[in-house]
């Protein structure tokens, strides 16, 4: 399985401000996710960072709010942007092969004041 | 979109019984199944996978997978208070990518 190192950990961030969050792979894979586990809840999926393309999103997350980029194989970054509370979760970065099993990053536990 | 159900708990049981964990799946031709552990404040972590109707075995740990009743679930022998955690069934997406996860079942092992 990969190493995945995410940063931050977690953060207190204002409300109306941005967020990037970094996932660093330490080797080549394909597919990269992002995912946001809201507190008590389990994982929803964000989008597929794309390699060298637009990030694929999912049905109720748009680029405005979650912007996210990947500029090689190794490297992904989420932006959580213009904050409200409601914003508050954890979100997790991870890698996988097709039909294959996913590996996770240490989450970012982010919350919004 | 596929969906994944999931008995939220808790499960309780005590320390040295079976911890019997299931999940149904509402795609009948989804292919990969897995489970993952998450401990509180920690991200998941991969137990099982299985892909073919069947038990499959590793250490305490047994999978159960029966696609005709699309049904998944997981065994868990000689239950361990380390084993308390949420227990998250996931299912691979239709483009073949990305998991979708049930809600997950908390499970409570008392000694």
């Known amino acids: 399985s990969a190493v995945i190192s995410q940063k931050p950990s977690r953060d207190i961030c204002q409300r109306g401000t941005s967020l990037t969050i970094q996932c660093q792979v330490d080797?080549?894979?394909?597919?990269m996710f992002w995912y946001r586990q809201q507190p008590g809840q389990s994982l929803t999926l964000i989008a597929t960072a794309n390699q060298g393309s637009e990030a694929t999103y999912e049905s109720g997350f748009v680029i405005d709010k979650f912007p996210i980029s990947r500029p090689n194989l190794t490297f992904s970054t989420l932006t959580v942007s213009n904050m409200s509370p409601e914003d508050s979760s954890i979100y997790l970065c991870?890698?996988?092969?097709?039909?294959?099993?996913?590996?996770f990053g240490q989450g970012t536990r982010l919350t919004v004041v | 979109q596929k969906e994944v159900e999931q008995n939220s708990g808790p499960l309780s049981v005590p320390e040295g019984a079976i911890a019997s964990l299931n999940c149904t799946y509402s795609d009948r031709v989804s292919q990969s199944f897995f489970w993952y552990r998450q401990y509180s404040g920690k991200s998941p972590e991969l137990i099982m996978s299985?892909?073919?109707?069947g038990d499959k075995e590793d250490g305490r740990f047994t999978a159960q997978l029966n696609k005709a009743s699309q049904y998944v679930s997981l065994l868990i022998r000689d239950s361990q208070p380390s084993d308390s955690a949420t227990y998250l069934c996931a299912v691979i997406n239709q483009a073949g990518t990305a998991l979708i996860f049930g809600k997950g079942t908390t499970l409570s092992v008392s000694s």
């Open positions: 991870s890698v996988s092969r097709r039909n294959t099993e996913a590996f």
């Open positions: 299985i892909y073919s109707n």
């Open positions: 080797s080549q894979v394909t597919m």
